[in-house]
């Protein structure tokens, strides 16, 4: 059942009129009036986001605070055609879906994503480690579309960058303390500034402790509630900035624990009628009954050193070298608590039928060398480089099913090498043709034993991703661009699977054929940006995976079409009003199958890509003034979002519903201080994100219901 109450409030809004625009947030200027073009570096320069022929969302860290960006979980609530969820193991994990493409697996250390999560220009192999809480974030940017050229490694969907602010020479404090539901208590911190006297060396330290109690849902077999969080975490920062060098040490670590991701049952014998209506177990979606105790366990810590060499008026060599390691933990009771009853147990209350706990340990190393610069009087703009990453893992899963117990265990190390390069050739002041591309070799080995049975492969995959566009500047406020791109992601093995055979055997790489145009262009004297996309992509072998009714999950190559329109408004109605929104429609099938270790069902032909919806619409403001002796803001934002699949199979235990989230603040700062009161899903509307099924084993997975947040601020 469609809802419509959001399509009254859309036609009564001020924007009711256009579709579309940047989330860019307006800024202050001479005039009070115009939108401030934002920085951005989606093409490894630092270049206006007007300028940049790439759909691209970016938010600064006004945005950022605004729009209550704690997670990249967030982003789903006011970026276009984005949607970042939790995985179903564990509550550390997330899976990115950009323009519908994402992970199946994420909790799995055998799995890797299309949308590349970016922080400070380093690659992070594990979902896991998205956590931002801890960092002093200047900007995010979230670029839509295979990036298979400048960034490469798994970004064939997307990538998603987030810049955290570099120290500068005067001192800078900031101290954020607040309270939340559930008893939630944090304190946020940032201090840095000049530790030389003649400014060139910095020193910066960001942090944050957060601690939530329980209170998301019940569980009544337990007799508990349950939702208890704890995070701590912190970025150590040093900076040198010379006449012709730069160099950028950093070191951080986090520290993330919970009583885990709980599972809601749906009553398997009454999955009749609407998916939507299909009753739970407990009786609603926030009461559990698995007598299971889950938990999550997440720990990294890691440096990165940038280094920058001037090697001219118009050529630069950069250095970027980082290491990380994870440690992640998690158990999770899958079937939610089945009732005694319904398997003939003659007592009373429930029995966990799917249970699976999960030790991995990862370890990461990457070194990326990039040379860019000008040539010919600016004729040409360059960027090159070579790449490489490793990663070793060790994953330990003790699984039950139908109380047959069973072990995995997964030695997997990838090597990944990769060279680069893109230029533009600036024809003239308006028109500019962008060539580029990316030859990538992932190499793979893993060692396993599953059901005490080795399992030992040892896998190559290449592949060259080139890249061609035009763009034309028909004015200072206007560019329109057209492009095709090729993105990859290598091949891999089903770590879900139950056999030896089937682990062994790797399932095939991916690779997309994406064709773009898009306009770009602001009006009004620039108080109206309103940018337009519109997208082809038709993916060959797409890695899909499905489980069948006795509980085998397997992993299939899919070839699918996936297209769409995207847009993006923002206005400055006045200097103290600021109104913004973004929607996408779009259409996606599975249209033909690829066999994977010579076995294939092709069940899949004829479904909708996961994760896809029909439309997505956001629309928000903000409102400031000034009120005594500061000034008084507030906002508001309401995004409706389309049902779509969380399973490949189309099965309605995965059919998630649409959904209408809104999500507003409200601040008061005078002197140096600022009070903010910010509340998120204020319907306090009760929906999953994601769900499975096989025989009596039905769950569901609980979305957060309202959240709200009360923080007082001191800046220096």
Request: net charge negative; proline share 3%; hydrophobic share 35%.
């Amino acid at each position: 059942m469609k809802r419509s109450h959001f399509s009254a409030i859309a036609g009564t809004s001020l924007l009711s009129v256009f579709s579309a625009g940047s989330l860019v947030q307006a800024q202050e200027t001479a005039s009070n009036l115009v939108i401030e073009n934002i920085v951005v570096t989606a093409q490894r320069r630092a270049e206006s986001i007007q300028e940049t022929p790439v759909s691209i969302t970016a938010l600064g860290s006004d945005d950022i605070e605004k729009f209550q960006i704690d997670n990249v979980k967030d982003l789903s609530q006011v970026a276009p055609n984005v949607l970042f969820r939790t995985v179903t193991g564990g509550s550390a994990s997330i899976a990115p879906y950009i323009r519908g493409g994402g992970t199946s697996d994420g909790s799995n250390i055998t799995s890797e994503a299309e949308v590349g999560v970016y922080i400070d220009d380093i690659y992070q192999p594990r979902s896991a480690a998205s956590f931002i809480e801890g960092l002093n974030v200047e900007r995010i940017e979230v670029l839509r579309g295979p990036q298979g050229t400048l960034y490469g490694r798994n970004s064939s969907a997307g990538a998603l960058k987030i810049i955290s602010a570099t120290p500068t020479e005067e001192l800078t404090f900031k101290n954020e303390i607040g309270i939340g539901r559930w008893e939630e208590f944090y304190d946020k911190f940032y201090v840095g500034g000049s530790v030389s006297e003649d400014g060139r060396l910095r020193a910066g330290l960001s942090g944050m402790y957060r601690d939530r109690d329980v209170g998301r849902q019940e569980n009544l077999t337990l007799d508990r509630e349950v939702g208890e969080e704890e995070f701590k975490g912190f970025q150590a920062d040093l900076y040198y900035e010379g006449d012709a060098f730069t160099a950028r040490l950093k070191g951080f670590y986090s520290d993330f624990d919970s009583d885990g991701l709980w599972a809601s049952a749906l009553d398997p014998f009454s999955m009749t009628g609407s998916y939507e209506d299909f009753p739970f177990t407990s009786g609603a979606i926030d009461k559990l009954l698995s007598p299971y105790e889950s938990y999550t366990t997440d720990k990294q810590y890691g440096t990165s050193l940038h280094l920058s060499f001037d090697l001219g008026e118009s050529m630069s060599l950069s250095s970027i070298t980082s290491w990380s390691e994870l440690e992640d933990d998690w158990a999770v009771g899958f079937s939610g608590g089945v009732a005694n009853a319904a398997l003939g147990i003659p007592f009373p209350g429930y029995i966990e039928l799917f249970e699976r706990e999960s030790v991995s340990d990862q370890d990461s190393f990457t070194q990326e060398l990039q040379l860019q610069g000008e040539a010919f009087d600016s004729f040409v703009d360059y960027v090159g480089g070579l790449y490489y990453f490793r990663e070793t893992g060790t994953q330990a899963l003790e699984s039950a099913i139908f109380f047959g117990p069973s072990s995995t265990l997964f030695d997997i190390t990838t090597d990944s090498y990769a060279a680069f390069g893109q230029v533009s050739l600036n024809f003239t002041d308006s028109l500019a043709v962008i060539l580029g591309g990316r030859y990538t070799e992932d190499k793979k080995q893993l060692d396993a034993m599953v059901g005490g049975l080795p399992v030992n492969s040892d896998d190559n995959f290449s592949e060259f991703t080139p890249k061609a566009a035009v763009e034309y500047q028909f004015s200072d406020d206007i560019l329109m661009f057209a492009s095709y791109t090729e993105g990859f992601k290598a091949g891999g093995y089903n770590g879900l699977a139950s056999t030896a055979e089937a682990l062994g055997t790797a399932f095939e790489p991916q690779t997309v054929e994406a064709w773009e145009v898009g306009f770009k262009s602001e009006w009004w004297d620039n108080r109206l940006r309103l940018n337009l996309a519109g997208f082809f992509n038709e993916y060959a072998s797409l890695q899909q995976q499905a489980v069948t009714n006795e509980g085998v999950f397997i992993t299939e190559n899919y070839d699918a079409e996936h297209k769409g329109i995207e847009a993006e408004i923002s206005v400055q109605l006045s200097s103290s009003l600021y109104v913004w929104a973004n929607g996408v429609y779009q259409d996606s099938e599975y249209t033909d199958t690829t066999a994977s270790g010579g076995i294939s069902t092709g069940s899949l032909i004829g479904n909708q890509m996961t994760n896809v919806f029909d439309y997505q619409f956001a629309i928000g403001f903000d409102y400031t003034r000034d009120i005594g002796p500061g000034t008084l803001s507030f906002g508001a934002n309401v995004n409706e979002r389309d049902d779509l699949f969380s399973t490949s199979d189309n099965a309605p235990i995965g059919h998630v519903a649409s959904q209408t989230l809104v999500d507003a603040y409200v601040s008061y700062g005078w002197d140096r201080w600022k009070l903010a009161l910010s509340g998120k899903n204020l319907t306090d509307e009760k929906y999953w994100n994601t769900g499975f099924g096989f025989s009596v084993v039905q769950p569901r997975f609980m979305a957060d219901p309202m959240t709200w947040r009360l923080g007082l601020s001191y800046q220096l």
